[in-house]
């Protein structure tokens, strides 16, 4: 039998200095250029390489030295996987073949393969043994609980920056989807309930003049942080328009630049924003309004209900899209409910259509309520908000003038 040509003191210092490595050194690279370094040094070989495995399972070179004639660059992906890379993968066991003077060792965590250590060419030209097959098995158990916790505390590191992220942009949201008081001859009602920590939906009333006021309600495509995005920008373009205009306002012109500034600025086929805008006058008792590829608002009078159609397609979709309003005069006590698709899109066996009709059935029912009594029989005989998972942001806007 072939003597061991690492001494129980050797393997046994080896053994420490990885050890005091893979529980101090947090940076990933370090580590490995460290894990590589001491390897080659102990194990007295010319090349040494680390392959990882990805989150698809496919291997890839994370550090190779000594290879630099073959051609091997850090982060490479393996091609075409070699046998010896398979049949670890596969079996989880190490490969010692001295007649090709390599051996390679699978990387374990929690029964799980990681990556291979693969070493060669001895520079005293002597046989790897047993014995330093199981020296390196050992080390790379160590290296995999390391690379493991490495990554355990950049998700931890990610998951803290995205949380706080989260907190923040869900603090700026509240400030702009707020509830809207009443104003002038007109009654309002609000209800918003994002289904996670941001959503995209967005209300808002601007008032232009003491007798002119502009209300919106938009639903951007997506959820989270980019949603919340968009939902910024419409809220700054939409103050800005009616700060500059003021009571030259003009629906058309307005939907035609809010879209036309999405596209521009942000558009793909993924991004766009449905919206409705209602510009309010009290003063003459008129309404206009453009649904750009909003739900149908419901304008509800003496218990008809017409579904506001007028309009466009959705905004940021394409480029110089034109738009269509409609003026309404108002009578006392009409209602308007405005609401985004989350009120109806819910979790159920239900289609679409019908749920729509149902809605249409208990606003019509109870549209004498007091607009807040009209949300609870909404919740009530509806849908229960509170209880269970919504898929989707819910805003709803009821009016009464």
Do not use: W
């Not at 370090?30 to 495995?53: G, H, P, Q, T």
């Amino acid at each position: 039998m072939q003597k061991n040509i690492l001494s129980n003191k050797d393997s046994l210092k080896f053994l420490q200095e990885i050890s005091y490595s893979v529980s101090t050194v947090f940076n990933f690279d370090a580590l490995i250029r460290i894990v590589v370094d001491k390897i080659m040094e102990i194990m007295n070989c010319e090349r040494c390489s680390i392959v990882l495995l990805d989150e698809d399972n496919k291997p890839f070179v994370r550090l190779a030295k000594g290879f630099k004639k073959d051609g091997f660059t850090e982060n490479e992906k393996i091609s075409q996987i070699g046998d010896v890379t398979s049949t670890i993968i596969n079996t989880k066991k190490s490969i010692l073949d001295n007649e090709r003077k390599f051996l390679s060792v699978p990387i374990i965590n929690n029964d799980r393969i990681i990556g291979i250590i693969n070493i060669t060419d001895r520079k005293d030209l002597k046989e790897f043994t047993e014995a330093e097959e199981n020296l390196l098995f050992i080390l790379s158990t160590q290296i995999g609980y390391a690379i493991e916790t490495i990554r355990l505390h950049k998700n931890i590191i990610k998951m803290e920056r995205l949380t706080k992220e989260m907190e923040l942009a869900a603090s700026l949201q509240s400030k702009i989807v707020k509830e809207i008081s009443s104003f002038d001859k007109v009654q309002m009602c609000t209800y918003y309930k994002p289904a996670f920590e941001v959503g995209g939906d967005y209300f808002e009333k601007f008032k232009i003049t003491d007798d002119l006021f502009l209300v919106a309600l938009g639903d951007v495509s997506g959820k989270g942080l980019y949603a919340s995005i968009i939902v910024v920008m419409l809220h700054s373009l939409l103050k800005m328009i009616c700060n500059f205009h003021g009571e030259s306002i003009d629906l058309v012109e307005t939907a035609r630049t809010l879209n036309n500034t999405l596209y521009e600025e942000i558009g793909n086929d993924l991004t766009y924003s449905t919206m409705v805008l209602f510009l309010i006058d009290t003063k003459n008792n008129k309404m206009e309004y453009v649904n750009a590829g909003h739900n149908y608002p419901l304008f509800l009078r003496e218990k008809n209900i017409d579904t506001l159609k007028t309009g466009g397609i959705f905004l940021g979709s394409f480029n110089g899209l034109e738009y269509k309003k409609e003026t309404i005069d108002l009578k006392k006590d009409d209602l308007l409910c405005i609401y985004s698709d989350g009120l109806i899109e819910y979790e159920s066996d239900i289609d679409n259509l019908q749920r729509q009709d149902d809605f249409k059935k208990i606003l019509k029912k109870h549209s004498n309520l007091p607009l807040e009594k009209i949300l609870d029989k909404i919740f009530y005989e509806y849908y229960d908000f509170q209880k269970k998972q919504l898929m989707d942001d819910v805003s709803i806007i009821l009016m009464r003038f």
